[in-house]
T-cell receptor, first 116, second 113 residues
């Protein structure tokens, strides 16, 4: 597609349930990123995938959070045993990998997660 | 990580130019200066980036100080649609994860009719 697609756009769940958020990056973009944005706050980096390299998981807040990516395509962010503090917009971005700081990220519209 | 400092908020009138400043005194030689903006209820959107020279595109201009310790995003004629949070970000420090961007609080731009 023309842009980064995320689903679902909105998810309401009960505390303790598991949720999966999906990201379809732009075709040809080898790098994929997940960020979290709590209400009224800035973006927090969660995880970064680059081709077949080991992902940079340094931003994952706890072991309840995990993410996978199949090749250079779809990624899934999974949150287990959700807590109310997990309520946020989860943003996915993708970019070409050009080996310098000139790479530009294209963001999706985000998945809004509400944990009751 | 090299950090940036921006004013919390700025205001402008429609059709006037807007100059959004950013300080990045600890910038390294390989860091590119990027600007993104986030409109209400949307994901961030790329605006412009540069390394050393001033840059222009259809959205904005980027003026980079000669010592690269500061930069200014210039919107030549603000419109109501430019009201957003503007983020100044350094990308590319130390040859590590390019694109692992660190977003600060940004500058909230309000545009008055």
């Amino acid at each position: 597609g023309a842009g980064v697609s995320q689903s679902p756009s909105n998810k309401v769940t009960e505390k303790g349930k598991d949720v999966e958020l999906r990201c379809d990056p732009i075709s040809g973009h080898t790098a994929l990123y997940w960020y979290r944005q709590r209400l009224g706050q800035g973006l927090e980096f969660l995880i970064y995938f680059q081709g077949n390299s080991a992902p940079d998981k340094s931003g994952l807040p706890s072991d309840r959070f995990s993410a996978e990516r199949t090749g250079e395509s779809v990624s899934t962010l999974t949150i287990q045993r959700t807590q109310q503090e997990d309520s946020a917009v989860y943003l996915c971005a993708s970019s070409r990998s050009i080996g310098s700081g000139a790479n530009v990220l294209t963001f999706g519209a985000g998945s809004r997660l509400t944990v009751l | 990580d090299a950090k940036t400092t921006q004013p919390n908020s700025m205001e402008s009138n429609e059709e006037e130019p807007v100059h959004l400043p950013c300080n990045h005194s600890t910038i390294s030689g390989t860091d590119y200066i990027h600007w993104y903006r986030q409109l209400p209820s949307q994901g961030p959107e790329y605006v412009i980036h540069g390394l050393t020279s001033n840059v222009n595109n259809r959205m904005a201009s980027l003026a980079i100080a000669e010592d690269r310790k500061s930069s200014t995003l210039i919107l030549h004629r603000a419109t109501l649609r430019d009201a957003a949070v503007y983020y100044c970000i350094l990308n590319g420090a130390g040859g590590t994860s390019y694109g692992k961007l660190t977003f600060g609080q940004g500058t909230i731009l309000t545009v008055h009719p």
